[in-house]
């Protein structure tokens, strides 16, 4: 059985939760009707706080983020795809993203209106303890909730400082951010910041908690992820340290880090949760805006084939890399069930598609989104000991998924002569640069850590052919401020837009 939380709630000042499991499916579905704040607070039980929790989730399943630009924006901002003609691929790879552009209004909107479910929470924390001695939740099922609203939230404020940078910070309420103006990027990650270490210190670990919902050991990996794109190095080996309970998978099994079937797994350390039931298609009204339970991720880059990979990601595998077969179909590999034969004339993405174990895909995914996995973790540790002069640690943790992929080793002849030696700093760093791009391709990485390295001008000049992208590092960073955001939000106006825009 598929654990899935269904999470389909409207936020307003009013809410109403029910927690229903179904015994088909172990589904945790939620209810639609709505009751007045007071009366919610004063009948909470621990059905209620945990509907209250899964409710700050919602908005990661929408179309503006991890069901379809969440995955669109960062992948063809980089360096790793090639898109078709289609219109929601090609301007962000050409970067002519414009304030009037709906993905540049969607993930804003959207991101937004997850902070504010996630405000409601935080805000009325006490309210919700006075219930612990008439309830049936605890104190610490208390502070687990609060600390998945934490997470959430930070998580919602890390996507948006990378993509726009300064925004308005809301903190209290729970509806609209007009009449709020910018923060500084530093201030929108001190809130980031502080709200994953207090969920290091809320969360539940691993294993005590449902899956899908946020563990101490991802709070702790997103926060040193988000000191290492602020290059605080010392303060990201201390959070990543912090990390425990989870495993890289073997060779064998490292398919199911992209498949159906291998959600949840030991190396799996946040997922965003999708189902492909029939009845669950994309419920989008006339703005984009609405919740799904599915994804179009597998069907748009290996279907339709509107983002393929580029020749450049192809050449960066080494020739007896696993992970090359296990990331990108070729014409003539084989896949599904039925080991059906590419004859497609062009390369397509095969991580995350329905192809692992079907004949064919559709529009309805159901493949979650891996956020954040332990790979990952390891290589960000593998980054901070080489930042902090510590490269024989540095060479240890690349090592690990070397020894994983059951390929040469760093520091062996062989990897000498294959152009990748580690006797100075900066190659180990060439190395790691390497193992992120073949590790984590079509993750949603590339561009950010691009960025971090001062290597985007470079690596974002030209596409395949040689043929300049137009990539300005001044512009070219960030998004726009979405214009009706500047035409509604009485504190902002055309000078609070990012350069170039």
């Not at 590999?333 to 095969?350: C, E, H, P, S």
């Amino acid at each position: 059985m598929k654990k899935r939380l269904i999470l389909k709630l409207t936020c307003t000042m009013v809410v109403a939760m029910l927690f229903i499991v179904s015994c088909d499916d172990d589904a945790v579905v939620l209810n639609n009707n709505e009751i007045p704040q007071a009366t919610f607070f004063s009948t909470l039980d621990a059905a209620g706080l945990a509907s209250a929790a899964n409710a700050t989730y919602v908005h990661f399943q929408t179309q503006g983020l991890y069901q379809r630009f969440g995955y669109i924006l960062p992948d063809t901002f980089g360096d790793e795809m090639v898109p078709s003609g289609d219109p929601n691929f090609l301007p962000s790879y050409e970067y002519r993203i414009s304030p009037e552009l709906d993905q540049t209004a969607l993930l804003w909107t959207q991101a937004y209106n997850g902070i504010a479910r996630c405000n409601f929470l935080i805000r009325n924390e006490q309210l919700i303890r006075d219930r612990v001695a008439n309830s049936d939740f605890t104190d610490a099922d208390v502070t687990n909730r609060i600390g998945e609203a934490r997470f959430v939230r930070g998580l919602f404020y890390f996507i948006l400082v990378k993509r726009y940078g300064g925004v308005p910070l809301e903190l209290e309420a729970e509806t609209s951010i007009t009449g709020v103006p910018r923060s500084t990027v530093d201030q929108v990650y001190d809130v980031i910041i502080n709200d994953l270490t207090m969920a290091s210190n809320m969360l539940f670990s691993k294993g005590a908690t449902e899956n899908g919902r946020a563990t101490r050991g991802a709070a702790f990996g997103m926060l040193g992820k988000v000191y290492l794109q602020r290059k605080m190095y010392n303060e990201a080996q201390t959070a990543l340290a912090q990390v425990s309970g989870y495993s890289l998978l073997s060779k064998e099994n490292y398919r199911d880090n992209f498949n159906d079937g291998g959600e949840f797994n030991d190396e799996s350390m946040f997922e965003v949760i999708f189902n492909g039931e029939a009845e669950n298609n994309a419920q989008w009204n006339a703005n984009g805006e609405g919740v799904a339970e599915v994804t179009f991720h597998a069907q748009e880059y290996s279907g339709w084939g509107n983002a393929r990979p580029s020749q450049k990601m192809i050449d960066e595998f080494e020739d007896d890399d696993h992970r090359l077969a296990d990331a990108i179909l070729q014409p003539g590999d084989t896949f599904g069930a039925a080991n059906d034969q590419i004859k497609d004339d062009g390369n397509v993405w095969f991580k995350f598609s329905q192809l692992y174990e079907n004949n064919a895909t559709v529009p309805e995914g159901a493949t979650n989104a891996r956020v954040l996995r332990y790979a990952d973790v390891v290589l960000m540790q593998a980054e901070v000991e080489n930042r902090l002069g510590n490269d024989p640690q540095a060479i240890a943790f690349l090592n690990q998924l070397r020894t994983r992929s059951e390929l040469p080793l760093y520091g062996s002849a062989e990897m000498d002569s294959r152009g990748y030696p580690v006797d100075t700093p900066d190659n180990v760093f060439r190395a790691i640069v390497h193992e992120r791009m073949v590790e984590l391709c079509a993750e949603q990485q590339r561009f950010d850590d691009l960025i971090r390295w001062d290597l985007d001008a470079q690596e974002l000049a030209t596409d395949d052919s040689g043929n300049p992208r137009g990539y300005n590092p001044d512009v070219h960073r960030l998004m726009p401020i979405p214009q009706v955001e500047i035409d509604t939000n009485e504190e902002l106006n055309s000078s609070d837009q990012n350069p170039g825009y």
